[in-house]
Nanobody, 125 residues
Framework: QVQLVESGGGLVQVGGSLRLSCAAS????????LGWFRQAPGKEREFVSA????????NFADSVKGRFTISRDNAKNAVYLQMNSLKPEDTAIYYC??????????????????WGQGTQVTASS
């Protein structure tokens, strides 16, 4: 069992930055790859980024590539999403998730067994 708690969301001006954090507790943290997903009102939950258990590999949705970075600190049982150059379309609830299936499936919500409660990110002018 893994418990995940996100923090760091908020209201930011378009073009600004936010850093989301996800604190984990429970079973061996490094056994899981971690992902960030987001869900805007009236839309399906979508993949944002993921990082392997060791932190050696990561992937990003095309919509955030070059603007967002992901990192993790296994000693602190934490994963981070640095979001720069935020756009209005980045507005959503952001969720942290832990998965242990194949890395090639890390963009798919069904690959993740554990989810946080989410944190709201709003980019507004």
């Amino acid at each position: 069992q893994v418990q995940l708690v996100e923090s760091g969301g908020g209201l930011v001006q378009v073009g600004g930055s936010l850093r989301l954090s996800c604190a984990a507790s429970g079973r061996t943290f490094s056994n899981y790859y971690l992902g960030w997903f987001r869900q805007a009102p009236g839309k399906e939950r979508e993949f944002v980024s993921a990082i392997t258990g060791s932190g050696s590999y990561s992937n990003f949705a095309d919509s955030v590539k070059g603007r967002f970075t992901i990192s993790r600190d296994n000693a602190k049982n934490a994963v981070y999403l640095q979001m720069n150059s935020l756009k209005p379309e980045d507005t959503a609830i952001y969720y942290c998730a832990a998965g242990s299936g194949g890395w090639t499936s890390s963009r798919v919500t069904t690959s993740y067994a554990y989810w946080g409660q989410g944190t709201q990110v709003t980019a507004s002018s």
